[in-house]
């Protein structure tokens, strides 16, 4: 056989090698689920305005905003069982914490989140991903959760679009890995971040517990109206648990005039990426359904939400 007939047949050998081992292997090792399910606790409805349509509710834009990132919404009551929701937890690929305004520690929505963080804790030791997401009052629920108890002070920054003040470990997050350039740039230079709260943890509180600061890397860090500078963006170091004291779902699913929505091209950027990449995260988890008929039943697709703009500040919600 010539040199070149020689160097022909070791090619083709090795690419057949290659493709016939270590192909297979490594599409095992990166398997992911197309058909994500993000389950998103109901809140209890306290407004008098609110109470004509049902007990408990999420807002629209939270669905739209996982929607919009390529994952189906399941709705999760807060009347269930323990075994009900340790059932749930088998089922989907990921837990949204929304905003709002409950007591984080005795409430019924504290005690459901309880339940799932204790199995998503689990389930991440044992191999099996499962993510976790709180916005705003949702990421004060994981500070409560993580630490054991509730850090929260005042930190008013209500009705006001900030940018943040990134820290060092936020360049290297898996949060915004990927993320351009010119939008991280922005990120700490316009208002691309909606903040509607009067309580946060502050950074010395959270540099102060061990069991914060060891869970959880600060990734941002914002100024409230008092001066106080508080956390506003974290990422779980070995758990696949994130927090931000904003909202990322209003700028592009919320429009009230009244409220500091962020609408630039910027921010409809990081609200559509950070959306994309929590969904992604709830790809790696394989959770499903055995019943296709329970899993279209259990769907946001069978609420109807209810047009709210003209008495609440969302423009729909969904009641249960």
Not at 61 to 81: A, D
Not at 112 to 120: E, Q, T
Not at 213 to 224: D, Y
Not at 273 to 283: D, Y
Request: glycine fraction near 6%; include cysteine.
């Amino acid at each position: 056989m010539s040199r070149t007939g020689f160097l022909t047949y070791l090619c083709l050998f090795t690419a057949c090698c290659w493709s016939s081992e270590a192909m297979p292997r490594k599409v095992s090792q990166e398997a992911v689920n197309d058909r994500p399910v993000i389950g998103v606790l109901t809140q209890l409805v306290s407004d008098d305005v609110m109470k004509p349509f049902g007990k408990t509710y999420i807002p629209a834009s939270y669905v739209k905003y996982l929607e919009s990132g390529g994952s189906r919404v399941m709705p999760i009551r807060l009347t269930l069982t323990t075994a009900d929701y340790e059932n749930i937890f088998k089922k989907i690929n990921g837990l949204l914490f929304i905003g709002g305004a409950v007591d984080l520690e005795t409430s019924d929505f504290a005690r459901v989140a309880k339940v799932f963080y204790r199995l998503a804790v689990e389930a991440n030791d044992a191999g099996d991903s499962f993510p976790i997401w709180g916005t705003c009052m949702g990421m004060q629920l994981l500070t409560v959760l993580v630490a054991e108890k509730n850090l929260l002070t005042r930190t008013t920054a209500e009705n006001v679009a900030l940018p943040l003040n990134l820290t060092t470990e936020a360049h290297s997050s898996r949060m915004f890995t990927g993320f351009p350039d010119e939008l991280m740039k922005a990120l700490t230079q316009e208002p691309l971040t909606g903040n509607f709260h009067h309580y946060g943890v502050t950074v010395q509180n959270f540099q102060e517990n061990t069991k914060l600061h060891s869970f959880f890397s600060l990734l941002s860090t914002n100024v409230a109206e008092s001066g106080a500078h508080f956390v506003s963006t974290i990422e779980g170091r070995r758990y696949p648990f994130y927090g931000v004291q904003w909202h990322p779902e209003v700028n592009r699913f919320q429009w009230d005039r009244e409220l500091n929505f962020p609408h630039s091209a910027h921010a409809v950027q990081l609200s559509s990426l950070l959306a994309q990449f929590f969904v992604n995260e709830g790809r790696r988890s394989l959770h499903r359904f055995d019943n296709p008929e329970e899993e279209a039943s259990s769907l946001i697709y069978s609420y109807t939400p209810v047009y709210a703009g003209n008495f609440t500040g969302y423009e729909q919600i969904y009641f249960f």
